[in-house]
């Protein structure tokens, strides 16, 4: 399900309300580090054929025509969201990109938040990491415990360390949202002990302000994955919720 602009929407976000989408990869494309077997955009191989990614200008001109049609239209805007074809702080322009976004915002939309879907793979950079703070919902995928469990379910290109994307979670100070997707195959399970323990070990570790866990809603690439109900994830999660960890579940 590649998006074909820049600006897309506003859609209905199960997570985030009305939201305004921005894709920072190619239009007819896909650049991820990550090749996730539940990614609705389909395999990074079958992706390839537009590898033009949008300058910072492009991305201002784009979000300001749209945000002027939006406000002109009356349309309502709960969330400007960097989600797109692919991982969106990989834009080299991504930093600019924030700052032009939160200023056109302030200008169209006051009230409107500013989310970031990412991988958490470059919050160890300085300047992905800053540009982040500076938004309302800086959203960071954590699916697996283990880096084995994350070559299973993410399959990320190069190398990834958990512990270091956990560390890097811990200088947000719990000003972020951690996002992670239950499922299970025939190879693995999310809600088995092994794996959900440690995972909720990790949540105490970093407290994150806000849990967004969720599971498959659309078509995936990989076959035979299985969902789990509101229902179900929530008697996953109830001892983190028992705690007083803010979390939001959807089926």
């Known amino acids: 399900m590649l998006r074909e602009d820049t600006v897309f929407g506003p859609i209905f976000s199960r997570r985030l309300g009305s939201s305004l989408g921005i894709n920072l990869l190619p239009r007819n494309g896909k650049i991820c580090n990550f090749d996730c077997i539940y990614?609705?955009?389909?395999?990074?191989?079958?992706?390839?054929?537009?590898?033009?990614?949008?300058?910072?200008?492009?991305?201002?001109?784009?979000?300001?025509?749209?945000?002027?049609?939006?406000?002109?239209?009356?349309t309502p805007i709960d969330s400007i969201t960097f989600s797109g074809d692919g991982e969106p702080t990989l834009n080299p322009e991504f930093p600019r990109i924030i700052r032009d976004t939160l200023e056109l915002r302030d200008a169209f939309y006051p009230a409107a938040k500013v989310s970031v879907l990412t991988n958490a793979t470059r919050i160890g950079r300085?300047?992905?990491?800053?540009?982040?703070?500076?938004?309302?919902?800086?959203?960071?995928?954590?699916?697996?415990?283990?880096?084995?469990?994350?070559?299973r379910i993410n399959r990320p290109s190069g190398r990834y360390s958990v512990e270091e994307i956990v560390e890097g979670m811990e200088r947000f100070e719990g000003n972020f949202i951690m996002q992670t997707m239950f499922?299970?195959?025939?190879?693995?399970?999310?809600?088995?002990?092994?794996?959900?323990?440690?995972?909720?070990?990790?949540?105490r570790r970093v407290h994150p302000r806000e849990i967004m866990v969720y599971t498959i809603d659309r078509p995936t690439p990989a076959e035979g994955l299985q969902k789990f109900t509101e229902a179900e994830m929530r008697v996953l999660v109830q001892p983190l919720i028992d705690e007083g960890f803010n979390i939001q579940i959807k089926g």
Do not use: H, Y
Request: net charge negative; aromatic share 6%; with cysteine.
């Open 126 to 151: 300085p300047e992905v990491f800053e540009a982040l703070r500076l938004v309302d919902n800086p959203i960071l995928k954590l699916d697996a415990p283990t880096p084995e469990l994350a070559a």
């Open 39 to 74: 990614c609705e955009c389909g395999w990074n191989k079958d992706g390839r054929s537009d590898q033009v990614i949008p300058t910072a200008a492009d991305v201002r001109s784009a979000l300001e025509d749209k945000l002027r049609e939006c406000l002109l239209a009356g």
């Open 183 to 203: 499922l299970r195959s025939a190879d693995f399970d999310t809600s088995s002990r092994e794996v959900l323990f440690p995972w909720m070990d990790i949540v």
